[in-house]
């Protein structure tokens, strides 16, 4: 198997806009769109208006109900994006923009940014040290898969390890915004 072989494509040939909340103060988006789908909303649009607008970033912040526009380039897949208000819910948007006129082309999933203040859950959960850990067999292990949860309502993030022989999930590591456990 050569080098060549294993590489990761610069384009998956899809229609897809991802936005992932950093921090409290930092979005990030990535997208892709298929040359078919380019040439469809090019065509929908106009050619005069694709030749005289900008590419540009819309993003929502949904919990405040109001937006603002970032111009970037043709050739920018994927943008870092400023916030100002944490804890807030946001939402972007890839389209074509000329003076008060914004057209999409394509929009995101929603991303939660988390808060900037100190958690107000105060649960401590302790291991209970009198009893060994369960001990994983890695022998009859065929399969594994390892899935990060982040889920923005628990602020917590989560990896386990699947037995495929058990079919059993084991949690090997955890993390709640503020202290690891396992």
């Not at 989560?158 to 709640?176: A, M, P, Q, T």
Request: aromatic share 14%.
């Amino acid at each position: 198997m050569s080098v060549r072989d294993n590489y990761l494509p610069l384009r998956y040939n899809d229609s897809k806009m991802v936005l992932i909340a950093i921090d409290p103060y930092n979005i990030y988006t990535y997208w892709e769109i298929k040359k078919e789908d380019l040439k469809t909303h090019m065509n929908n649009i106009g050619e005069d208006f694709w030749n005289k607008s900008v590419p540009a970033l819309k993003v929502t912040n949904l919990s405040k109900n109001h937006s603002f526009l970032i111009n970037i380039n043709d050739n920018a897949s994927d943008w870092y994006i400023h916030v100002k208000e944490p804890g807030s819910l946001y939402k972007a948007e890839l389209g074509r923009h000329i003076n008060n006129s914004f057209i999409c082309v394509i929009g995101s999933n929603c991303a939660l940014t988390p808060n900037n203040t100190v958690s107000k859950n105060n649960h401590v959960i302790f291991a209970d040290c009198s009893q060994p850990l369960p001990q994983i067999n890695l022998d009859n292990v065929t399969y594994s898969t390892v899935l990060y949860n982040f889920i923005y309502g628990l602020g917590s993030s989560e990896i386990y390890y699947r037995d495929s022989v058990s079919k059993e999930s084991f949690l090997i590591y955890g993390y709640n915004g503020y202290s690891f456990y396992s």
